[in-house]
Each structure stands twice: as C-alpha cells, then as structure tokens.
C-alpha cells in the first residue's frame, strides 16, 4: 500500500480535509512548516473551525491557496501513521457524489467514535482502570487524576487543565491507554459478555474419588449421563460451558442444578472475549455435492470474464459452503474477504459456522460492538492481519489493505439500505463499486434476487450461476393455500390460527418436529376501536394509530416510539367498550399457549430480541429443541438454519400484498418464499400453511410453485410498463416543517423550479401513507431518471442548487430537504 507523502520545498503547503460535519464542500487548512514532515493523506490532524476544534482526515495536499480566503493552520497531527488507505476515501468520496450527501457524512458514519474527537467530545473515566497512573506522562497524569475526581470532562476543560489548547494527542493517547472512554460509545446498549462455565469440586480430581463416586452411583440416571458428559467434554475442550453441557447430554436446569446442589459441580460466571484468539488455521470438514462442486466451478469461471455474479440458489441449497471455500481459496491468495449479512444481530448461526472453519482468520463488525473492540478490528483489517471480517453495512467501511472477495448473502435484503441518517447508501451497491477499486470480485447470493439484480445478470452486466436443488436429502417444501375467507364469514373477526392450521401443528409436534409461524406485525393489536362510533387512538406526534402491547399493557407508537397508558375511555363519545382489530405476535403467542398448552411457545421479534445477545440466546435455544414453536416477525426468514422444522405457518399473507408501493409483489414473494424456505430443510417432509384471504393474488401461484424465473418474468413485463426500476433510476426528495402549510409550499417551489428540464420524469409533489411523523408533516417528490449517467448527474446536481435556493429564502430556512437516490 503506498501513501502519497509530500515532498518539502518550503514553499506553502496546503490540505484538503474531511471533518465530521456536513460541509458542502471540504474545507482547505494551511499546515504549518513544523508539521509538514508528518502529514500524509490519511492521518487525523487537529483542527478548528468557528472557535470548534474537530478531528479531521487528511484527503489531499498540494499548493494550491484558496482564492477565495485565507486558510487557518493544522493544530497538530494525530496520527504517525493513516488511520484508512487512499482506496477509503475513493469510496467516501463515491457515496458523497452518488448518494447526494457530504464526505463529512459518510467520514462521521464510517469512523469509529474513538477517531472522531470533537470540540463537543465528552470523556468518561474508566473504572476498571484502577488508580494506577505510573504509567503515564505529566499532562496525561494530571487529566488522568482530574477524570478520576470529575468521572467525565470535555475538552474545553481538559484545555484549562493543561492550560493550553493542543490537547489532542494528550487525550488520544489516554484512550489508547483505556484510561478513558469517549461518550459515544457509552451511549450503545454494550455490556461485557458473560457465560457460565461447570466445574468440577476439585475433591474429585483425585482418580480414586471419582473413580469411588461414580461406582457409588445408585439414583438419578439423568444426572449421572450429564457428569458423563461433563468428564467428556472437560477432557476434549478443556473447559465446559453451561451451554455446551446441557447441548451434549440433553439435559435440564433443573439436573444441573442437583449436581451443584451436591458439591458435585460448581458454577462460575465469567466475561469472555468477543475478539476470541482462536487459532489461525482452516479447517473444511465438508464435501460438496455433485451440483454444488458445478456452480462453484461455474462461479469460478464467470469471475475470469466479470467481477461481479449471482449466485441464484433455493432456500436451503448450501450457498453458505459455497461461500466458505470461495474464502479458503482467498484466504490462501493472501487475499482479504468482505462477508456482508444484511443484519448482523440476526445471523449468529453464520458467525459459529465460520469461526469453525477459519478459526482466527475471521472476525466480526458491527455497530453494537464496544468502541475498544472496534478500534482493535479497524487496525487488525489495516494492517492486513485479519485476513476475513464478517459485517452488516457498516463493516464496508474499514480499512482493507488488499481486499480480494466481497460475498454479499441475502443480497435482496432492504436492510443494506441505510435510512437513517445520511449517507443513505446501500452497502451491496456500494460494496460493487469498492470491490472495482481494489480490482476485488463481487459475489451475490440469494434465493430470491432483488429485480434489479436479476436484470443485470439478463443483460450480462452480472454472471450468473443457479443451484437449483437443496443440500442432501431435502427437497423443497409443499405449500397450500388455506382460505380465512369463510371462517371470517362465520366469526366476523380476522382469523389468527384456523383449525387446519391447528391440527397441522399438533401433528408436527406429535412427530417431535418444530413450527416457525409468521405474522409480520409486532405487539398485540394494531388497532384498538371504539365498539360505540369507532375512534382509533391515535399518536399525538404522527399520523399512525397506536399498537397496543399486552405484557407493558401500554400503547405504542411503532415510529417515533412514545408509549402512552392504554385507552379506557373512548376521548370522542366517552364509552368504555373497545374492541382489538387485527393481531401481532404478542396475540398469536397467547393464543397458542392456549390452543396448545403443552407446547413450548416462544416469540422473536423487536420486543424479545433487543438486547445484544438476546437473538443468539433464542435461536440456540430453538436449535437445542428448547422451544417447539417460534412464533416471529420477519426476523425468523434471515439466515436460520434449522434441522427439525417441518412446518411454516404464513398467518395474513394478505398484509404481506397489499402496500402501496411498487416493490410490494417483489417483497411479498421474497418474504414468503424466504420463510417457507425454513422449512424440511434436512428431509423431504417440509409443508408452509398460508393463511390468505385473496386466494386469487398473482403471487401466490409462484409461490406455491417455488417458481422465481415466472415471477421475474411478469414482474419485469410491469416494471417496463410503468418505468420503475430497474428500467429507471429513483430520486426521491422528502420535505419535512413543523407546519403543514410550509412544506406544502417548499415541496411546490422546488418542484416548479425543476419542472422545465424534469417535467417528464417527476412524480409528485404529494403526501405520503404517513403525512406527519415526530411532529414534522411530509411532503415527497419522486424523480424517475432514465438510465442517463449525464442526465442523473445534472438532476442531482440541480436538487443540491434548488436545496440551496430553498434555504436563502426567508420562509423556508427551516424546511429540512432529505434526498434518498436509489430509493427501496
């Protein structure tokens, strides 16, 4: 990797430098002769702007004094060496002009907090660095000594403590030390891991006496097999885990808990390390199949004419190992491997699998990680070291040194969209670009491609590779329809289990078989009406009625996120009588504890998993046949591999059809086809129940039918007749005001401004579904460009000026204009 370091000549030198704020455009410092030896493209140098001190990335250096003003000098240089190669900030610089953000944006969404000191930076000792300060020089001790009194410190008063202004490398150094943590990081919901480890009372490492317990043994059968199974595995692994006991001798608590009871075990709760220093090496213990082996020939090949293919597998095909010897082989280039995963919260099972076969050659980022471990990854990636990094969007941006593979998985998922804030990026879009960067290869996998994706392998942008049938015995799952519209004739009520649903079930777990049921709709209710002349509550801050959520017995809004006491009393004509319309997975669970009470019922979605390892908890728990029934939002389709489900039910499919948006088949049938997928995946004796009330929708004949190429086929013949995707390309601009009637006029003015060169390809301006949200009412305004890189270029270019113009104008300076390119 080389770094441009510029040539001294005395005369002046100036740089171009990104910092974490959303400046149109990056602003030019002068450097000082004295720092010039030390500055090179990508080291963090100290700055300041309007009386603010931020931490800023060197992008270029050159002669060039700006014309327009007089640059203020660097403070100080950060960094010996760059904290991201030039390839970085190409890639920066791509999503900033494509994305219609700034560098500032994207450097404040890349860069862990710990790099990103600022004026407003707040510090916060760490305890469990003790009061041990030998360590540390005379300015670091006396911030040291001032945070162990004070517990947190800005900078400014770092600065009067120091008593000088230069305090950056001071406080960078005290974080590296970990004497201190920036507020930051704080602010995520991190906690150390824990795990319980089972140990033996050291009385029975005596040969003799556990030789004498065991030959003694006359009750308690079960428990004697789980200290079988603890001596087992003590002696391969080393040490046991509560989990991996209880896994290997399909035992309870409640016959654990008797041992220690007994003095026969004890139990020790410990923090363990995230970053786990598993040895380097890579270990395949699998085989592919006859058809596997082809596609990964095909695979192969296809990267020697394109960078970038498709690999279209069904659900269930073992696209994974196809990924995992794609990685052996570049792991052995010398090469580094970016895996994305649409979310990593979710997909714990791939974590395991991984760390199994590459041991130390893999590592994890995400956001939910601690700033410390972060860093620790950043420089490992950097430096070249770790050679694989397993990530959702945000591990796009690290540092790779000598990237080789991007393996984008479930590359159909919305979630690689960012929202919220900017940069609203897609990672799989961007990660293509990056990929040309390094001259790396792209590979997309999925079950259900997006349109867009499937249409540039049908153009031969992208090459494409099918696996067409499942790994091992399975087969694809038998799915039927069951119609609620006569059972709603009988109840008047929405149905939530039918009856055929219901012994279908029971049979299942007669059979000592899993169920998974779907129902994309969290909390207990969606509506809550007044039986007397139908008032809905609503939220007081957007226009959405209020979910309603048994266990908190609270209603909440699903998109700003106030709770509020449940409704009594109607607020319009005063009754007391309200009935529930429409049900989430908080009703269904309670439901099927009653229909089945002997089942073992558990629930996934944003309520029961938001904690950081609560996913993993629950699905290990439903790997080891603890639960019998997972009842879950779309959390249960991502990524999960189960061995004893045999059964999916799809509870109101007709929610899943019937959005008003143009990627609503597309979505249902993903969803749907994703989530039967989970079914009969290591036998041939899968079925999916689909509660559906719209018997006759287009979809579901190719859902029915596993039939993703006559899907594709009818949906590209609508998408061409209406100009959507990926026969064009979306701008969507979304004005928001506290007052209705202001972003109502702002929206309108932009819109005619733009109307003499993008008359033809405007939509809008209009109210969306939800007009008002967090008290900001919505105006959008949608662009559908032609695929026309210079016309693209010039209507983003004219949204930037009309932003601008919007905000000189006195009564729009307020407005906030949000672009979204590329909108899902």
Same mark, same amino acid.
């Given at each position: 990797?080389?770094?441009?370091?510029?040539?001294?000549?005395?005369?002046?030198?100036?740089?171009?430098?990104? %910092?974490?704020?959303a400046?149109?455009?990056?602003?030019?410092?002068?450097?000082?002769?004295?720092?010039?030896?030390?500055?090179?493209?990508?080291?963090?140098?100290?700055?300041?702007?309007?009386?603010?001190?931020?931490?800023?990335?060197?992008?270029?250096?050159?002669n060039?004094?700006?014309?327009?003003?007089?640059?203020?000098?660097?403070?100080?240089?950060?960094?010996?060496?760059?904290?991201?190669?030039?390839?970085?900030?190409?890639?920066? *610089?791509?999503?900033?002009?494509?994305?219609?953000? =700034?560098?500032?944006?994207?450097?404040?969404?890349?860069?862990?907090?710990?790099?990103?000191?600022?004026?407003?930076?707040?510090?916060?000792?760490?305890?469990?660095?003790?009061?041990d300060?030998?360590?540390?020089?005379?300015?670091?001790? &006396?911030?040291?000594e001032?945070?162990?009194?004070?517990?947190? @410190?800005?900078? +400014?008063?770092?600065?009067l403590?120091?008593d000088?202004?230069?305090?950056?490398?001071?406080?960078?150094?005290?974080?590296?030390?970990?004497?201190?943590?920036?507020?930051?990081?704080?602010?995520?919901t991190?906690?150390a891991?824990?795990?319980?480890?089972?140990?033996?009372?050291p009385?029975?490492?005596?040969e003799?006496?556990?030789?004498?317990? @065991?030959?003694?043994?006359?009750?308690?059968?079960?428990?004697?097999?789980?200290?079988?199974?603890?001596?087992?595995?003590?002696?391969?692994?080393?040490?046991? !885990?509560? =989990?991996?006991?209880?896994?290997?001798?399909?035992?309870?608590?409640?016959?654990?808990?008797?041992?220690?009871?007994?003095?026969?075990?004890?139990?020790?709760?410990?923090?363990?390390?995230?970053?786990?220093?598993? +040895?380097?090496?890579?270990?395949?213990?699998?085989?592919?199949?006859?058809?596997?082996?082809?596609?990964?020939?095909?695979?192969?090949?296809?990267?020697?004419?394109?960078?970038?293919?498709?690999?279209?597998?069904?659900?269930?095909?073992?696209?994974?190992?196809?990924?995992?010897?794609?990685?052996?082989?570049? %792991?052995?280039?010398?090469?580094?491997?970016?895996?994305?995963?649409?979310?990593?919260? @979710?997909?714990?099972?791939?974590?395991?699998?991984?760390?199994?076969?590459?041991?130390?050659?893999?590592?994890?980022?995400?956001?939910?990680?601690?700033?410390?471990?972060?860093?620790?990854?950043?420089?490992?990636?950097?430096?070249?070291?770790?050679?694989?990094?397993?990530?959702?969007?945000? !591990?796009?941006?690290? +540092?790779?040194?000598?990237?080789?593979?991007?393996?984008?998985?479930?590359?159909?998922?919305?979630?690689?969209?960012?929202? *919220?804030?900017?940069?609203?990026?897609?990672?799989?879009?961007?990660?293509?670009?990056?990929?040309?960067?390094?001259?790396?290869?792209?590979?997309?996998?999925?079950?259900?491609?997006?349109?867009?994706?499937?249409?540039?392998?049908?153009?031969?942008?992208?090459?494409?590779?099918?696996?067409?049938?499942?790994?091992?015995?399975?087969?694809l799952?038998?799915?039927?329809?069951?119609?609620?519209k006569?059972?709603?004739?009988q109840?008047?009520?929405?149905?939530?289990?039918?009856?055929?649903?219901?012994?279908?079930i029971?049979?299942?777990?007669?059979?000592?078989?899993?169920?998974?049921?779907?129902?994309?709709?969290?909390?207990?209710?969606?509506?809550?009406?007044?039986?007397?002349c139908?008032?809905?509550?609503?939220?007081?801050?957007?226009?959405?009625?209020?979910?309603?959520?048994?266990?908190?017995?609270?209603?909440?809004?699903?998109?700003?996120?106030?709770?509020?006491? =449940?409704?009594?009393?109607?607020?319009?004509?005063?009754?007391?009588?309200?009935?529930?319309?429409?049900?989430?997975?908080?009703?269904?669970?309670?439901?099927?504890?009653?229909?089945?009470?002997?089942?073992?019922?558990?629930?996934?979605?944003?309520?029961?998993?938001?904690?950081?390892?609560?996913?993993?908890?629950?699905?290990?728990?439903?790997?080891?046949?603890? %639960?019998?029934?997972?009842?879950?939002?779309?959390?249960?389709?991502?990524?999960?591999d189960?061995?004893?489900?045999n059964?999916?039910?799809?509870?109101?499919?007709? !929610?899943?059809?019937?959005?008003?948006d143009?990627?609503?088949?597309?979505?249902?049938?993903?969803?749907?086809?994703?989530?039967?997928?989970?079914?009969?995946?290591?036998?041939?004796?899968?079925?999916?129940?689909?509660?559906?009330?719209?018997?006759?929708?287009?979809?579901?004949?190719?859902?029915?039918?596993?039939?993703?190429?006559?899907?594709?086929?009818?949906?590209?013949?609508?998408?061409?007749?209406?100009?959507?995707?990926?026969?064009?390309?979306?701008?969507?601009?979304?004005?928001k005001?506290? *007052?209705?009637?202001?972003?109502?006029?702002?929206?309108?003015?932009?819109?005619?401004?733009?109307?003499?060169?993008?008359?033809?390809?405007?939509?809008?301006?209009?109210?969306?579904?939800?007009?008002?949200?967090?008290?900001?009412?919505?105006?959008?305004?949608?662009?559908? &460009?032609?695929?026309?890189?210079?016309?693209?270029?010039?209507c983003?270019?004219?949204?930037?000026? *009309?932003?601008?113009?919007?905000?000189?104008?006195?009564?729009?300076?307020?407005?906030?204009?949000?672009?979204?390119?590329?909108?899902?």
């Amino acid at each position: 990797m080389a770094y441009s370091l510029f040539t001294i000549d005395h005369s002046p030198v100036y740089a171009e430098i990104i %910092i974490p704020l959303a400046l149109p455009k990056n602003y030019t410092w002068s450097i000082p002769e004295r720092l010039q030896e030390q500055v090179r493209v990508g080291v963090r140098v100290e700055v300041e702007l309007r009386k603010k001190r931020y931490a800023g990335v060197i992008k270029t250096i050159h002669n060039n004094k700006p014309a327009a003003f007089d640059p203020k000098y660097i403070l100080n240089v950060l960094d010996v060496e760059p904290i991201i190669h030039e390839e970085q900030l190409k890639l920066w *610089q791509w999503i900033a002009d494509y994305y219609l953000c =700034t560098e500032g944006e994207v450097m404040a969404a890349a860069l862990p907090a710990h790099f990103k000191l600022s004026s407003e930076t707040i510090l916060v000792y760490n305890d469990e660095i003790g009061e041990d300060f030998s360590t540390l020089d005379h300015d670091e001790y &006396l911030v040291a000594e001032a945070l162990l009194i004070r517990k947190e @410190l800005k900078l +400014p008063e770092v600065q009067l403590i120091l008593d000088t202004s230069h305090v950056y490398p001071v406080v960078k150094r005290l974080i590296e030390k970990r004497v201190c943590f920036v507020w930051e990081s704080l602010k995520e919901t991190y906690s150390a891991k824990k795990e319980t480890f089972v140990l033996l009372n050291p009385q029975y490492d005596n040969e003799e006496q556990l030789s004498e317990l @065991l030959n003694n043994w006359s009750r308690a059968p079960k428990q004697m097999e789980l200290l079988l199974s603890y001596l087992h595995l003590m002696k391969t692994e080393g040490e046991v !885990s509560k =989990t991996a006991l209880l896994k290997k001798s399909s035992a309870s608590d409640a016959q654990l808990k008797g041992l220690v009871e007994k003095n026969i075990l004890f139990l020790e709760k410990r923090a363990v390390d995230r970053l786990q220093n598993l +040895p380097r090496n890579v270990s395949i213990d699998f085989e592919l199949t006859t058809a596997q082996q082809a596609a990964l020939d095909e695979i192969r090949t296809s990267f020697e004419a394109k960078h970038v293919c498709l690999l279209h597998g069904v659900t269930g095909s073992g696209k994974t190992l196809l990924y995992i010897k794609l990685i052996e082989e570049y %792991i052995k280039k010398g090469k580094q491997v970016l895996y994305l995963l649409p979310e990593i919260a @979710l997909t714990a099972q791939i974590i395991r699998r991984l760390q199994k076969h590459f041991g130390g050659y893999i590592g994890i980022y995400h956001s939910k990680f601690n700033q410390n471990e972060r860093i620790e990854i950043w420089n490992k990636i950097k430096s070249g070291e770790m050679k694989v990094v397993l990530g959702a969007r945000s !591990s796009l941006f690290l +540092p790779f040194a000598d990237l080789g593979l991007v393996v984008c998985d479930e590359e159909h998922d919305s979630s690689y969209k960012q929202q *919220q804030p900017a940069p609203r990026y897609n990672s799989r879009d961007a990660a293509v670009y990056y990929a040309t960067v390094f001259g790396a290869k792209v590979l997309l996998g999925s079950g259900t491609p997006s349109i867009e994706t499937y249409y540039n392998t049908q153009t031969e942008k992208y090459s494409l590779v099918e696996l067409n049938e499942r790994y091992g015995e399975g087969e694809l799952p038998v799915i039927e329809l069951i119609d609620t519209k006569p059972l709603f004739k009988q109840t008047k009520e929405k149905v939530m289990i039918a009856p055929v649903l219901q012994k279908a079930i029971e049979e299942s777990l007669q059979q000592n078989k899993q169920v998974i049921l779907f129902q994309n709709r969290r909390g207990y209710t969606p509506h809550q009406v007044c039986k007397a002349c139908g008032w809905i509550p609503h939220c007081r801050y957007c226009d959405v009625s209020l979910t309603f959520h048994k266990f908190k017995n609270k209603l909440q809004c699903h998109y700003c996120g106030t709770v509020y006491p =449940t409704a009594v009393t109607c607020e319009a004509c005063g009754s007391h009588d309200f009935m529930q319309l429409n049900f989430g997975t908080e009703k269904v669970e309670e439901q099927l504890q009653e229909l089945i009470p002997h089942a073992k019922i558990a629930r996934m979605d944003y309520d029961t998993v938001s904690g950081k390892t609560a996913h993993d908890q629950l699905i290990q728990n439903f790997e080891q046949h603890r %639960i019998d029934v997972l009842v879950g939002t779309q959390m249960v389709v991502k990524g999960l591999d189960f061995e004893h489900v045999n059964l999916v039910g799809i509870l109101d499919a007709d !929610s899943l059809l019937s959005f008003a948006d143009f990627r609503v088949n597309e979505r249902g049938f993903q969803l749907m086809e994703q989530v039967s997928g989970r079914a009969g995946r290591k036998d041939a004796h899968g079925k999916v129940l689909i509660q559906v009330a719209n018997t006759n929708h287009p979809v579901l004949k190719f859902v029915k039918a596993h039939d993703y190429k006559s899907f594709y086929a009818e949906e590209i013949q609508g998408r061409r007749q209406f100009f959507y995707p990926p026969f064009s390309r979306i701008i969507q601009l979304t004005f928001k005001h506290k *007052q209705k009637e202001v972003v109502e006029a702002a929206a309108q003015l932009v819109a005619e401004n733009m109307k003499p060169l993008f008359a033809n390809y405007m939509v809008g301006p209009a109210e969306p579904v939800v007009n008002r949200i967090r008290n900001q009412y919505i105006m959008e305004l949608i662009f559908k &460009l032609p695929k026309d890189a210079q016309l693209m270029h010039q209507c983003k270019e004219m949204i930037l000026a *009309q932003e601008v113009h919007l905000h000189n104008h006195p009564g729009f300076k307020s407005v906030v204009v949000i672009p979204d390119v590329d909108k899902i």
